[in-house]
Structure formats: structure tokens, C-alpha cells
């Protein structure tokens, strides 16, 4: 039975081969610790290294790579950000689709002091960004949201947020792009993204373990790290370094996920993002379609238009739970998928699916129009009983 992969919310399958090669050509041909040796093998290690953040930096239009800090997901990304820039007395301004990744550090600084706020989104996960502006107070210190979610793929106006944010001129505006980052364009500067977390295993094409935060210049003074210790550089001092990226850059880096970073996010440039999100646009169109004809055996969650949404459908089915569909859909059809509460419960209390949480596909570059009309008969032989 062929295997159809539906879960690239989660994490993407198949990589392009060039992923594949480029970490391939580390571990044989390399295999060096960068920054941490004078030889040859440590230097083009850290050419590996460079070269990455220069990619990523083309990709998310930043002016200076060394913006860019690596780390081993957008969680930890994540944590660096708000853990090392809130402080007790300040407040924060989230919405009511985020994932876990955001809300349990928020949810941390809240029990330390840190007042947050929760501006709630629609039943589609709509968000209005006057809501935004009618939390702000006097001690606003950041706005943290998801460019996309991951429960029902509606795209947060993350640009019109930035600009309110911006207007404010002391406030930070910080961004979950897990599920964005490589799938729709993201332009630090025209969207006044002040933090940028992603995540490399997804729509970058990377492996586990990668991922990475994008900080604006000058903010980074107002950042504590959240770990310290070697990084290479400064090695006379027992003092943790105070420029980029090494301040936040402690450890023997993953180098050779970085290796397969770098290839993925490069992937992504030769397709062309916009390119990708037509492609995927498309097989999205085209399920959301098969889906109207199940209407009333099948709730779509989520904006109806599928330009509205990353390539991502959540969707319940009549007296079906969700573990029991995917487990039918695994067994009977080879079809990869994720069901339950995506690590967001605060998306699934907003739409109306908690505790049960949904059925998730997820659609890839390697999705194919076939893949899609394969997981619309399976739900309705499913259906059909």
C-alpha cells in the first residue's frame, strides 16, 4: 500500500533530495565543529553555517544574516524571545488560536508577573486587528500571534498588526511562523516584524532539530539569553559574548541539520514561494471542493476560501471520532494524518472542538492532485460505513 502523507503541518515528507545530499556531504566530507577549530574541516563547517543564514535571510528579506539566531525549533526560538524580553510589570497581547509553543511561556511569565492578555478570534479563527488595538495599554510590551494556525490554516493579518505595533513605537511585535515560513512570502521589513520565530523541519524543507529566531537590530540589547556557555568566540572571557549571533548561540551547533536547512530553504527559493503557495493553494482548493459534496456528514472548520488558509484542513466527520478516522484512514488507505488537539487547545476551545480536538490533512510540495481525490473517496467509503 502507497503511502500518502498528509501531515506536513507536523512535519513535511517527503524532503527534496537535495536536503538529503547536503547532509549527506557533511557528515562525509566534513564533519567539523565550526568556530571551534582553526583547520580546514572547522572553517568550511562554518561556511556551512554562514551560508545557511544567508539563505534564510534572502528568504525572509533580512538585511543582516547574523539577525538570525539558530536554534533547535520555533518553541526554543520562541522562549529566547519571550522569556528573555518580558518582565514582570509588562504586558502581552496574544489571540485565542495559538499553539502551546506560545501560550505555555506566556502562560509562565503570567504566573511571574507579567499581565497577558487573550484577544479572542472568530469561530473560523478570524482575527480583526482593531481587536489588537483595543487591548493595548500604557504598558504594552509585545504582541505575540501565529502567522498562520495550525488547527484551521487561517492567515492572521500579521502586516496590519505590525503596523498598529509600529505606531506605538515602543511595542515588539513577535511572530510564530512554524507553519508559514517557506509556505507563504514573509518579509520582515514590509510586515514590521520586530521577532520572527520559524521552525526548519516543515515548509523549509529541513530536518528535525532546526529552526531558528530572526530579532530586529537593536533589540537584542533588551534580550537575555536563555542559555549560556561555549560558543567559540570570546573564549578569554567567562563573561556569555553580547553580540549577534553568539549571544544566543551556546553549544556545538546542529551542523548537520543546518547542512539540510540551508539546502531546504534554498529548495524553496529556486521553486519560488510564491510558486510553492499556488501549487498548494490549489490541492487545497481542490479538496475543499470534494468536501462540499459530504455537507452534513462533514464540519469544515476554518475560512471557507482556500486563499484565506495555508494548505491545511481540519474537519470532523458525523459519529466518527477523530483517533478512530485516522486510524481507519492509516490502515485502510495508507493515508498520514494527524487527529486530536495539535498542541493548541486555545484554537480548539475558539472553534468549538475541544476536548475532541479534528481530523487534520495537511498538503505539501510533494502532494499530488491524485493524493487529494484518494483522501476524498477514503472519507466517503468511511462514510458510507
Not at 499553539?99 to 492578555?117: C, D, I, K, Q, T
Not at 487561517?154 to 505590525?162: F, L, R
Not at 514561494?273 to 472548520?301: I, M, P, S
Not at 491545511?312 to 458525523?318: D, G, K, T, V
Request: hydrophobic fraction near 40%; glycine fraction near 10%; aromatic fraction near 6%.
Amino acid at each position: 500500500m502507497e503511502v500518502v502523507y498528509l501531515d506536513n503541518a507536523a512535519t513535511s515528507f517527503p524532503k527534496p533530495e537535495a536536503t538529503l545530499e547536503a547532509m549527506m556531504r557533511y557528515q562525509r566530507a566534513i564533519g567539523g565543529s565550526p568556530g571551534r577549530s582553526g583547520h580546514r574541516l572547522s572553517i568550511e563547517a562554518g561556511r556551512v553555517v554562514l551560508d545557511t543564514r544567508d539563505t534564510l535571510a534572502r528568504l525572509f528579506n533580512v538585511e543582516d544574516p547574523l539577525r538570525i539566531v539558530f536554534t533547535k525549533n520555533a518553541t526554543e526560538a520562541l522562549n529566547i524571545a519571550l522569556i528573555g524580553l518580558l518582565r514582570p510589570g509588562d504586558h502581552a497581547i496574544t489571540t485565542g488560536m495559538e499553539h502551546n509553543a506560545v501560550m505555555r511561556p506566556l502562560r509562565f511569565l503570567a504566573s511571574r508577573g507579567v499581565e497577558l492578555s487573550v484577544v479572542p478570534c472568530s469561530d473560523r479563527g478570524e482575527l480583526d486587528p482593531e481587536d489588537i488595538r483595543a487591548a493595548f495599554r500604557t504598558n504594552t510590551r509585545a504582541v505575540v500571534l501565529t502567522h498562520a494556525s495550525n488547527v484551521t490554516g487561517t492567515i492572521m493579518p500579521v502586516q496590519e498588526i505590525g503596523v498598529l505595533t509600529r505606531e506605538r513605537g515602543d511595542m515588539v511585535l513577535c511572530v510564530d511562523a512554524a507553519q508559514t515560513a517557506g509556505a507563504l512570502p514573509v518579509d520582515v521589513e514590509a510586515m514590521a516584524v520586530d521577532l520572527l520565530a520559524f521552525t526548519g523541519h516543515k515548509s523549509l524543507y529541513g530536518p528535525q532539530g532546526t529552526g531558528g529566531l530572526y530579532i530586529r537590530k537593536g533589540l537584542d540589547e533588551k534580550i537575555a539569553p536563555l542559555m549560556r556557555g561555549g560558543t567559540g568566540s570570546r573564549s578569554e572571557f567567562e563573561d556569555q559574548p553580547d553580540f549577534m549571533p553568539d549571544k544566543y548561540e551556546s553549544g556545538t551547533p546542529n551542523t548537520i541539520g543546518l547542512a539540510g536547512l540551508g539546502a531546504g530553504a534554498a529548495f524553496i527559493l529556486e521553486q519560488g514561494v510564491e510558486a510553492v503557495r499556488e501549487k498548494e493553494e490549489a490541492l487545497t482548493r481542490r479538496f475543499l471542493h470534494h468536501l462540499q459534496d459530504l455537507r452534513g456528514d462533514v464540519t469544515v472548520y476554518g475560512p471557507p476560501a482556500a486563499q484565506k488558509r495555508i494548505p491545511l484542513i481540519s474537519f470532523n466527520l458525523r459519529d466518527i471520532t477523530p483517533s478512530d478516522a485516522a486510524l481507519y484512514l492509516d490502515e485502510q488507505w495508507g493515508i498520514m494524518c494527524r487527529p486530536g488537539l495539535h498542541c493548541a487547545p486555545a484554537a480548539h476551545r475558539t472553534i468549538g472542538t475541544f476536548p475532541q480536538g479534528t481530523v487534520r490533512f495537511s498538503f505539501g510540495f510533494f502532494n499530488t492532485e491524485e493524493h487529494v481525490d484518494l483522501a476524498a473517496e477514503a472519507l466517503r467509503r468511511l462514510l458510507r460505513g
